[in-house]
């Protein structure tokens, strides 16, 4: 495994640069802490090299594995306190830890790195790659120009000496240095722990501080000027590292290179959490152990702890110290108090101090060391018991109600004591109608319920006295009549009057009420104010009689001529009554009647109601009305379909309304429907109107059904020569009347057509009638010309012949032929194939389709077999003659039955052989095998007539390779070329015959030929 050295470069910030040059040693580690002091020591020349600018370089020992890693680095300073461990992400290449010599950096032959700080809308910067130190590692320094305090993103590619560039990669970088420039107000910073990042909205997570310098200044140094601060927890987190994204806001710009920006750039820092080391804290306790929010000065707060993990103070080398810090009232800035840890080691006891500022909102810490760990208690803890008396009135009048109060920072027991003998206890007493002698001192003693703090406070109460009141008054009187008040006190000042809690004014104590009404009966008050602002309040009674009440008027006006007139009202009880009204009618009765009235009764009618001297005047129209009449035109009888109307006798000015089965109309002569259905029988109402009068009757309408056709059917489209059903299914009871083609009619429901014919095809119509309703439709039928198919059948040819199919042409028909063998086609006369085989010798079926009509035929065909003829040569080692009809010649043929052997002396078989038995001369000759089908195989047979044998004299013999013919590469010289010609014979066509006894000698020989004899 190769050892990996990375030189780190930290920068860090310290709180003043003395701070810095107090640095004795340093550690780092990767990952995981081993604890302080474990990790690998920093050299000394790494440490004073770093103190004067902040900045440290690290020969840091990588990682014995590749992937994502977080190097921490932390520092002691001369007062023996460590710092906290800071950590930096690092990418260790998996090219880190190849085995093996190669240098496969340098094989990759990178040239160059071009890098961006955190956004590619900022420069991109180059630098030339150093060599490799052969580990797979390059030094390299990156300027911090266009990075950021805190968390960095830094994004790089390499590019070879080709021009190649590899993919960008990034890296996260923490830069802790200072970095210059105009600061301006920052109220708060949002931030998420855990995560790597986050988008869109920000969390609700704050940070409220604010930096105590002026927008026009500018900062070279980071001091402790910052007000206010929060501990984050990490209650939740995982064991290990986590990243802290946070992001600046502000009500003024931030960052001077983004204009108008009111936030910064998001920072991002590593934290590592060791989930563990626990310390848990409980909620406080009072000194008896009760749990309790509320606590006294110099009283006892107790703090259950609990921890788990390696602490420091399970070794006997370390100690762990715990400490109870308390917050201020707004819960920040924790202070230690006096705490030590009870003889269990599970329980810290403090001493809250007695000069602490009694309060609410305080907080309640446990700080540990070695490690610092802090537990902060949920609750928030109110200490010491505060006391604010109240009154809803210090100065109040006589006889007013004292309500006192008091508010406390807890819950406690009061006791009160004032003048007069007053004495009270609770939160809220009250002393109603507080005498003259009631001012003076209240005192509240309060002791908290919890803690049991004790406190007291007082307030003074001054009485004033009230004014004394004169009343009079005008009552009773009637509704709608006025009433008069009066009043006077002397001394005093007026402020009005007043009916319940509604002031209606007045003027020098008076006050005319107009119009009043029985609502207004009841007391009057009115108010005069003391000098010393007290307000006295009076009443008088005022009654008001009522009128009579008029509950209602009856009538049953509008009427109709020739009908009682009646009319009246309800009144009070008691009440009297004066009617007069037209035709001079006259009446002290409630209730009125006219009978059989007449229109000249119409007009209106007065009354006077009277109730204990108090009178009410009413009137009442009435109205008679002349009534009409209503003659309607019944019974209607009509067929559904048709259309359907209603009449009644006209009367001038009046209205009609119609009603009935689905109806409602208006009108003397309205039309219910142009289509009328049996659902429109029945009853329909008229109601005529003139005026309020009214006359009705009544249509009586039936609407018989037309017939009902369920459906028509038919086998059409049918095909000539086929019968044509038809028909139609209609109401029971229905007559049918029939017309179609070629002056078709008939009476029946459903009809045939016998051996149908084209000419038959057309609309079909038919009435269907049922009690005097007819209805028509029509069937249309279509009879379709049946094609006739005549083939060319039966077909015989011999194999190897082409096999064609015929069938008769039908214009504008289609084909199609099924065989043998799988065969189909759509042409009218098909190719089967050009050279039939035997295998395609059966039936072929043909369909011949127009439009939707078809006819079908076969063709019956037979592909004979060829003889095969195989021929074996007829040889003679004598002077012949030769017999080439033996078997033996055509042993091994293929012969059918019946197959005849004819022989010929060419190969077109057309010159006959004579003596096929007796052939005295070698030469090729012809075999025609021809069978009983005609067919023919036609194949040549040599016959070779050798004679003597004889041996061929050459200075090479060079028949070793088994061929008959040899071309002689020598000169054969024969002593007697012409003479002994009985050794030589000459053959036309043919090469030279040796015979036995021929001489070589001066002469050559070009081919030779052996006999086959031999």
């Known amino acids: 495994m190769k050892k990996l050295l990375l030189l780190v470069t930290l920068w860090v910030w310290f709180s003043n640069i003395a701070s810095a040059q107090n640095i004795v040693a340093g550690e780092y580690f990767w990952n995981t802490d081993p604890g302080v002091g474990l990790g690998t020591a920093l050299t000394p020349s790494e440490i004073s090299g770093g103190i004067g600018d902040e900045t440290f370089n690290l020969n840091v020992a990588g990682p014995l594995t590749a992937g994502q890693h977080i190097l921490f680095v932390r520092f002691k300073l001369n007062d023996t306190l460590w710092s906290q461990a800071e950590g930096q992400p690092i990418l260790i290449s998996p090219e880190n830890h190849l085995a093996g010599a190669t240098d496969q950096v340098d094989s990759l032959e990178m040239k160059e790195m071009t890098y961006y700080w955190n956004s590619d809308t900022n420069p991109s910067q180059t630098i030339l790659m150093p060599a490799s130190d052969n580990n797979f590692t390059f030094n390299l320094n990156f300027p911090t120009a266009g990075a950021v305090k805190g968390a960095n993103q830094l994004f790089f590619r390499f590019k070879d000496k080709y021009g190649l560039f590899t993919p960008w ?512 029988s029945g009853t329909y109402s008229v109601t005529v109107t003139l005026g309020s009068c009214n006359a009705s009757n009544t249509v009586a309408v039936t609407v018989k059904p037309l017939p009902v056709i369920s459906g028509t059917n038919t086998n059409s489209p049918i095909c000539s020569g086929n019968n044509l059903n038809f028909g139609i299914d209609a109401t029971a009871g229905s007559t049918y009347s029939w017309t179609g083609p070629n002056s078709f009619t008939s009476g029946l429901e459903d009809l045939t057509i016998n051996s149908a014919a084209t000419n038959a095809s057309g609309t079909y119509s038919v009435t269907v009638n049922l009690n005097g309703c007819s209805v028509n439709t029509t069937v249309v039928n279509v009879v379709n010309l049946r094609p006739t198919v005549s083939t060319t059948s039966p077909v015989n040819i011999c194999q190897g012949a082409a096999l064609t199919l015929n069938v008769n042409n039908t214009p504008s028909a289609t084909y199609g032929w099924s065989g043998p063998s799988s065969f189909s086609s759509i042409l009218e006369d098909p190719l089967v194939s050009n050279t039939a085989t035997v295998g395609m010798s059966g039936t072929y079926s043909v369909t011949v389709t127009l439009g939707s009509c078809s006819a079908n035929g076969t063709v019956a065909v037979t592909v004979n077999p060829n003889p095969i003829l195989v021929i074996t040569n007829q040889n003679t080692p004598g002077n012949g003659p030769v017999n080439i009809t033996v078997p033996s010649a055509t042993s091994g043929s293929t012969l059918p039955s019946g197959t005849i052997l004819s022989y010929f002396t060419n190969l077109l078989a057309t010159n006959i052989l004579s003596t096929p038995t007796a052939v005295a001369n070698s030469g090729t000759y012809y075999i025609k095998a021809t069978s009983l089908a005609g067919c023919t195989d036609i194949k040549p047979i040599v016959v070779n007539i050798c004679g003597s044998t004889f041996n061929l004299v050459s200075p090479t013999d060079d028949y070793s390779t088994g061929l008959q013919v040899k071309a002689s590469n020598v000169k054969i010289t024969a002593a007697n070329k012409i003479t002994g010609t009985a050794n030589i014979t000459y053959r036309s066509a043919q090469a030279i015959e040796l015979s036995p006894g021929f001489l070589a000698a001066n002469g050559t020989v070009f081919l030779a030929e052996r006999g086959v004899c031999n």
């Open 169 to 680: 990669q990034s890296e996260s970088i923490l830069v802790m240095g200072r970095q210059s420039g105009e600061l301006a107000r920052v109220d708060s910073i949002r931030y998420a722990l855990g995560g790597y990042s986050y988008v869109g909205t920000p969390p609700n997570d704050f940070l409220n501080v604010t930096f105590n310098v002026a927008d026009t200044l500018k900062r070279d140094s980071f001091d402790s000027d910052v007000i206010g601060s929060r501990e984050i927890t990490t209650t939740g987190l995982s064991h290990g590292v986590h990243v802290m994204t946070f992001k600046v806001f502000g009500s003024t710009m931030l960052d001077s290179s983004i204009v108008s920006s009111k936030n910064s750039h998001f920072y991002q820092t590593v934290v590592r959490i060791d989930t563990t080391i626990k310390m848990q804290i409980g909620e406080p306790r009072l000194a008896n152990n009760t749990l309790s929010t509320e606590f006294c000065p110099g009283g006892i707060i107790k703090i259950p702890i609990d921890t788990t993990g390696n602490w420091p103070r399970n070794n006997p080398a370390l100690i762990s110290t715990f400490t109870i810090k308390l917050s201020n009232s707004l819960g920040q800035n924790f202070v230690g108090i006096t705490s030590s840890m009870n003889t269990t080691g599970d329980t810290l006891v403090g001493t809250i101090p007695n000069n602490i500022a009694i309060a609410s909102g305080y907080k309640v810490m446990v700080e540990s060391t070695l490690p610092m760990i802090r537990d902060t208690a949920a609750t928030s803890l109110t200490i010491g018991l505060t006391l604010t008396p109240s009154a809803n009135n210090t100065v109040p009048c006589e006889m007013a109600t004292l309500i006192l109060g008091v508010n406390s920072n807890v819950p406690a027991t009061y006791s009160w004591t004032g003048p007069a003998g007053f004495t009270a206890t609770g939160n809220a007493p009250t002393r109603a109608n507080i005498p003259a002698n009631g001012g003076g001192t209240y005192t509240v003693n309060a002791t908290s319920t919890m803690a049991g703090c004790t406190s007291s406070a007082s307030l003074i109460i001054t009485v004033n006295p009230l004014p004394v009141i004169t009343l009079g008054s005008n009552s009773p009187v009637c509704e709608g009549q006025n009433i008069n008040l009066t009043s006077s006190a002397v001394g005093n000042s007026f402020l009005g009057w007043a009916r319940g809690n509604v002031n209606i004014g007045g003027s020098g104590g008076n006050k005319t009420v107009s119009a009043v009404t029985l609502a207004d009966s009841g007391f009057y008050k009115v108010s005069y104010m003391s000098p010393n602002a007290c307000i006295k309040i009076d009443s008088i009674k005022i009654i008001v009689k009522p009128l009579p009440v008029l509950s209602g008027i009856s009538t049953n006006s509008p009427i109709c001529s020739g009908i009682t007139l009646t009319f009246g009202l309800n009144a009070s009880p008691g009440s009297t009554y004066s009617w007069i009204g037209p035709n001079s009618f006259i009446s002290t009765t409630e209730d009125q009647s006219i009978n059989s009235a007449s229109t000249s009764a119409s007009g209106t009618y007065s009354v006077a109601v009277t109730l204990n001297g108090c009178v009410v005047n009413t009137t009442i129209v009435n109205v008679v009305n002349q009534t009409p009449t209503a003659n309607t035109t019944s019974p209607v009888i009509i067929c559904a379909n048709q259309p359907l109307s209603l009449a009644v006798n006209n009367t001038p000015s009046a209205t009609y309304l119609w009603s009935g089965p689905f109806f409602a109309g208006a009108g003397q002569n309205p039309l219910v429907s142009n289509t009328a259905t049996t659902g429109m």
